[in-house]
């Protein structure tokens, strides 16, 4: 995994979703990931299928975006000593009837990470899991197909994840969790083909806490 353009960039620019100044890191190094995985599946008909799988992930010098102690918290990047993930995923798809299919897939990830001695003189939280990980994850889908009619609804969750890790006493800023609902109409008329799609219709406020303290918070409609 390479770092991004911006996280390399040596100088300080502010971020477009919360005004926040951001300064990236010319000495970032690449983050190398070994994955093992072991899946079972059964597919008892077309379009069906039942799984399980486990997963375990070591990541070599993973990045992450820390808040520097400044008066504006100014964010930067940096890489850890190393991470591992360690977890499981539970997949079902099932057509209940000639027009109706569900399907939905759990995740469950137990992370840590490790970081350098530098680190463990800078960073706040010693020991937590890799930033931008959530312990449990969620998506469900609920089709309708009749004729040239296919409706469509889906569900997202990831539980709370670290979005900034804090330094020098400051709490990590922490996204919370949220779930999201999308739907998706389409009608076949001949060769045409209208489709209606509305995302994010529960429209759940995006809130970054720390120290319990809302951080920052916005709706994207």
Do not use: C, M
């Amino acid at each position: 995994t390479r770092p991004e353009f911006r996280e390399l960039a040596p100088f300080e620019f502010t971020d477009i979703v919360g005004g926040r100044s951001v300064v990236g890191n010319a000495d970032l190094n690449r983050s190398l990931i070994q994955n093992y995985d072991v899946r079972w599946e059964w597919f008892p008909r077309a379009e069906e299928v039942i799984s399980a799988s486990f997963f375990f992930k070591n990541f070599d010098e993973p990045i992450e975006r820390f808040v520097e102690p400044t008066a504006q918290l100014r964010t930067s990047y940096t890489n850890a000593a190393s991470a591992r993930n360690l977890g499981f995923e539970l997949e079902a798809r099932k057509r209940l009837a000639g027009f109706l299919f569900v399907g939905g897939n759990y995740t469950f990830v137990d992370s840590e990470i490790t970081l350098t001695p530098a680190q463990n003189n800078v960073l706040t939280s010693l020991v937590r899991p890799l930033s931008g990980t959530s312990r449990h994850l969620f998506n469900g889908l609920a089709e309708i197909r009749a004729g040239g009619t296919v409706g469509r609804l889906l569900v997202n969750y990831f539980g709370d994840r670290i979005a900034d890790v804090g330094s020098l006493g400051l709490p990590d800023i922490i996204e919370k969790g949220r779930a999201t609902l999308d739907l998706a109409l389409s009608q076949r008329i001949g060769r045409l083909s209208i489709r209606l799609a509305a995302d994010n219709l529960t429209d759940q406020p995006i809130t970054f806490l720390q120290s319990a303290e809302t951080q920052r918070e916005y709706r994207v409609g």
